[in-house]
């Protein structure tokens, strides 16, 4: 009989045992994450350009589609970047260098009326960027440039990030 082989006793058959160990990560598990990753920014890039779309068309300004698609580009990445920042100081670790900022809910008990209430900081700033670039690269007027940050401040704001957080167990 060989190494690699064993007799199964109860019928007297030859079975060869495997030792072969297949990996399950590397590059699987990177292609999953990068395009859960992908289609999270793409389902988010075609919300914001909806709900800018929808602002534009109740406000009847008409825009080139071309710049309507730099300008989500633009927000979405700003977006995202307000997005990460909110999560990892109010409930991760930021860390940026040797610089490490410990979450603000971190040692804070029950405190989800307080966390419900952080929404507003990145929905101020996603009003802002929205209110900037809609003045800087779609040339609105100063009304019409707040309505559109108003509105996607409102409706683009991190709303999963709260409930996924404050729906943990």
Do not use: C
């Amino acid at each position: 009989m060989h190494n690699n082989s064993t007799m199964d006793k109860q019928n007297g058959h030859n079975h060869k045992k495997s030792t072969v160990l297949y990996d399950a990560g590397g590059w699987f598990l990177m292609g999953m994450f990068f395009g859960v990753v992908f289609i999270g920014v793409v389902l988010d890039y075609f919300w914001n350009y909806l709900v800018l779309s929808l602002v534009l068309r109740w406000q009847h300004i008409i825009i080139t589609r071309k710049r309507k698609l730099v300008y989500i580009a633009i927000i979405t990445a700003l977006g995202l970047f307000i997005d990460w920042l909110y999560y990892e100081i109010a409930w991760g670790t930021l860390v940026i260098g040797s610089l490490k900022v410990p979450a603000i809910f971190q040692t804070i008990e029950n405190s989800s009326g307080l966390e419900l209430a952080t929404i507003l900081i990145p929905m101020l700033l996603i009003g802002i960027v929205n209110y900037l670039a809609s003045r800087l690269h779609l040339h609105l007027e100063m009304k019409s440039a707040l309505m559109v940050g108003v509105m996607m401040a409102v409706f683009t704001a991190p709303w999963l990030i709260l409930a996924f957080v404050l729906l943990q167990p």
